[in-house]
């Protein structure tokens, strides 16, 4: 076995619950089956030591818990917690990533459902490639984006290859002046944004970076609800999920790798994002077939949640907290 591949997993206390699906989801897929790999947990802001531990201990896989420290990475000491996590990891990413063939950065909040994950880690492996997820947004970059003070672009450019900071799949060794510039731009550039000067955000320092530094035509973009179903793709009625025979697929067909979002925000959430599907999926848009298609959305949303449940709970590694539904009974 040849292929050395890496995944970077940034994280604070209050988002155990997800990363201990995504490390129990990376073992129900067997995506350590094809190549040696190797998970680093960036963890920050104290997390539980027995459960550092045992996330060490209890896979197939090789877990490396490193502690994410504030003296470590040159950043403004006015950063929030929840932003120098985000900023940080790319710093660590840099600093361990150069001695796999392909690495990876997932946000916590995600989980795989699909072993094909890993066949994204061959396609860019020995190459400069990076498989990214659309993000949509073709966002203009003008005068009100600053570093040291200067326009970043002159004249200003528009980021047509738009795409989320996870997931991102690559070889280090050719990415590393990218990460480089994001680290200066992202915690030391500025953005006017109502009627202030304020930090720009991760995934728009992202691609700043990529194109700041050339390297946009190296980029494979996949459709968002494949990886990271951003804007709601997954109650989208074009969009929605489909599981027949443990093979997940959107409905316009397009193959599932991951799947990513906060799945027990409260025992209303199916609930709630059925509302909103309806109000602005269908009444907006004046369709009317949301009788016809509810039914189908409502079971795709059913089966994630059901799978993050089970990932928690009835997988390899039980989660330590208290049960999150303890009256949760559904199965689909």
């Not at 600053?146 to 290859?161: C, M, V």
């Not at 050339?214 to 996949?222: E, L, R, S, W, Y």
């Amino acid at each position: 076995m040849n292929k050395n591949y890496a995944i970077f997993i940034g994280c604070t206390p209050n988002f155990k619950k997800y990363l201990n699906a995504l490390l129990n989801s990376i073992e129900k897929q067997g995506l350590y089956n094809d190549c040696c790999l190797t998970v680093y947990v960036l963890h920050y802001n104290g997390f539980n030591e027995s459960y550092l531990k045992a996330i060490t201990e209890s896979f197939s896989y090789i877990v490396i818990p490193i502690e994410v420290k504030r003296e470590d990475v040159h950043h403004p000491p006015e950063t929030k917690n929840n932003e120098f996590i985000k900023r940080a990891r790319f710093k660590y990413l840099l600093e361990y990533g150069s001695e796999y063939d392909v690495v990876c950065l997932l946000d916590a909040d995600m989980f795989m459902v699909s072993p094909d994950f890993m066949r994204l880690f061959d396609l860019v492996n020995g190459t400069d490639q990076l498989i990214g997820c659309n993000e949509k947004f073709k966002w203009e970059i003008g005068s009100n984006y600053t570093y040291e003070d200067d326009p970043i672009f002159n004249p200003p450019q528009k980021l047509y290859r738009m795409h989320c900071s996870v997931p991102i799949i690559f070889n280090l060794n050719h990415w590393k002046e990218v990460f480089e510039y994001y680290l200066k731009v992202a915690f030391f550039g500025r953005q006017f944004k109502k009627e202030q000067w304020v930090e720009i955000g991760d995934i728009t320092s992202w691609n700043i970076s990529v194109y700041k530094c050339n390297k946009q035509d190296n980029i494979i973009v996949f459709p968002m609800e494949v990886m990271c179903q951003v804007h709601q793709t997954y109650i989208h009625p074009d969009r929605y999920i489909h599981v027949e025979n443990k093979y997940w697929f959107t409905e316009a067909g397009d193959r599932v790798y991951c799947i990513q979002g906060r799945w027990n925000s409260n025992l209303d959430f199916i609930e709630d994002k059925m509302n909103w599907c309806k109000e602005n999926f269908f009444d907006k848009l004046g369709r009317n077939d949301f009788d016809k298609l509810a039914p189908k959305i409502q079971k795709g949303l059913e089966k994630i949640q059901q799978t993050w449940y089970d990932l928690n709970f009835k997988s390899k590694l039980v989660l330590d907290e208290e049960n999150i539904w303890e009256t949760f009974n559904r199965e689909v």
